[in-house]
């Protein structure tokens, strides 16, 4: 099939669209990667702006893997991003299924209840109060409960469990099984695509914590990686007294961006095909 001049140049300026998106978005990242490995002395003489370094040193990484605290804050969102997650996916899967269920008491309720709170929100002063009241402040705790399950998350798996073919659990039932048993051994294998998606919502969360470590959290040997990375991109341009080589501020804060994205941005390809999977499921089905 020929293609007329009209639909050539259509294809020609959707080409163009998606190379200046793509540029916008693998420029900046080329960007932080380059000046993180460039020794000073070259930043310097190209103004601070070097997308290919001629020459290329791990000083900075060494540096905040040794001399900062960045290490003790890379086990605290760790640990925060592995049992916040667990903790996130157990809850809501536990909110979602009932509510899954037509035959759920006053059902209509609790959906509005969440719908509600997709809208409102107890605000930051109020929420302070019961996270201090309760004696989370200073903990890790205190960055996981408060927001242990996200409405939006609930209302996706329950739409995908709404979705499943009810002669499941009918046969599930007529075998003698009960509800948790049902969601355990038959709903859960079967929800592994809408796990993984709201999972790795809830694990791109807890990686990026931040306010509620601000808002709660004032033992610095607790402060998650985020935390950390802004103190370092606050500072001014004054090389360290203490890096090896004198390793100046702005290289440094380079690969701490790097160091604070370089998980996330690997462990997404592996679930991107389970993550699409499940979104399309959850806003399809129910």
Same mark, same amino acid.
């Given at each position: 099939?020929?293609?007329?001049?009209?639909?050539?140049?259509?294809?020609?300026?959707? !080409?163009?669209?998606?190379?200046?998106?793509?540029?916008?978005?693998?420029? $900046?990242?080329? !960007?932080? /990667?380059?000046?993180?490995? =460039?020794?000073?002395?070259?930043?310097?003489?190209?103004? *601070?702006?070097?997308?290919?370094?001629?020459?290329? =040193?791990?000083?900075? @990484?060494?540096?905040?893997?040794?001399?900062?605290?960045?290490?003790?804050?890379?086990?605290?969102?760790?640990?925060?991003?592995? /049992?916040?997650?667990?903790?996130?996916?157990?809850?809501? #899967?536990?909110?979602? !299924?009932?509510?899954?269920?037509?035959?759920?008491?006053?059902?209509?309720?609790?959906?509005?209840?969440?719908?509600?709170? &997709?809208? +409102?929100?107890? *605000?930051?002063?109020?929420? !302070?109060?019961?996270?201090?009241?309760?004696?989370?402040?200073? #903990?890790?705790?205190?960055?996981?409960?408060?927001?242990?399950?996200? #409405?939006?998350?609930?209302?996706?798996?329950?739409?995908?469990?709404? *979705?499943?073919?009810?002669?499941?659990?009918?046969?599930?039932?007529?075998? *003698?099984?009960?509800? +948790?048993?049902?969601? /355990?051994?038959?709903?859960?294998?079967? #929800?592994?695509?809408?796990?993984?998606?709201?999972? &790795?919502? @809830?694990?791109?969360?807890?990686?990026?914590?931040?306010?509620?470590?601000? +808002? @709660?959290?004032?033992?610095?040997?607790?402060?998650?990686?985020?935390?950390?990375?802004?103190?370092?991109?606050?500072?001014?341009?004054?090389?360290?007294?203490?890096?090896?080589?004198?390793?100046?501020?702005?290289?440094?804060?380079?690969?701490?961006?790097?160091?604070?994205?370089? $998980?996330?941005?690997?462990?997404?390809?592996?679930?991107?095909?389970?993550?699409?999977?499940?979104?399309?499921?959850?806003?399809?089905?129910?």
């Amino acid at each position: 099939m020929v293609k007329r001049l009209d639909d050539k140049l259509f294809d020609s300026f959707v !080409y163009l669209i998606l190379i200046i998106c793509g540029l916008a978005a693998i420029l $900046p990242i080329l !960007y932080v /990667i380059s000046v993180s490995i =460039t020794p000073f002395g070259e930043v310097l003489r190209n103004g *601070g702006f070097i997308l290919f370094p001629r020459e290329i =040193t791990f000083t900075a @990484y060494r540096t905040l893997l040794t001399e900062s605290n960045i290490p003790q804050a890379f086990k605290i969102t760790i640990w925060i991003t592995v /049992i916040g997650t667990a903790v996130n996916l157990i809850l809501t #899967s536990l909110m979602a !299924y009932p509510l899954s269920r037509k035959n759920l008491p006053a059902r209509n309720f609790f959906l509005l209840m969440i719908v509600f709170t &997709l809208l +409102f929100s107890g *605000g930051i002063i109020p929420t !302070y109060l019961v996270v201090k009241s309760v004696g989370l402040l200073d #903990s890790i705790w205190a960055m996981i409960l408060p927001n242990a399950v996200w #409405s939006f998350n609930v209302l996706i798996m329950k739409s995908f469990f709404e *979705g499943l073919p009810e002669e499941l659990f009918e046969s599930a039932r007529m075998d *003698g099984a009960k509800e +948790f048993r049902i969601l /355990i051994q038959i709903v859960t294998p079967l #929800s592994i695509p809408v796990l993984l998606t709201v999972g &790795l919502f @809830y694990l791109v969360g807890h990686w990026n914590e931040f306010f509620q470590a601000i +808002f @709660y959290v004032t033992d610095r040997t607790l402060f998650p990686l985020q935390v950390i990375v802004r103190e370092l991109l606050m500072q001014s341009q004054q090389p360290l007294e203490n890096a090896e080589n004198m390793m100046p501020t702005q290289t440094m804060q380079m690969a701490a961006v790097m160091i604070a994205s370089v $998980p996330v941005i690997v462990i997404y390809p592996f679930l991107q095909k389970h993550f699409t999977k499940g979104m399309l499921l959850g806003s399809i089905k129910g």
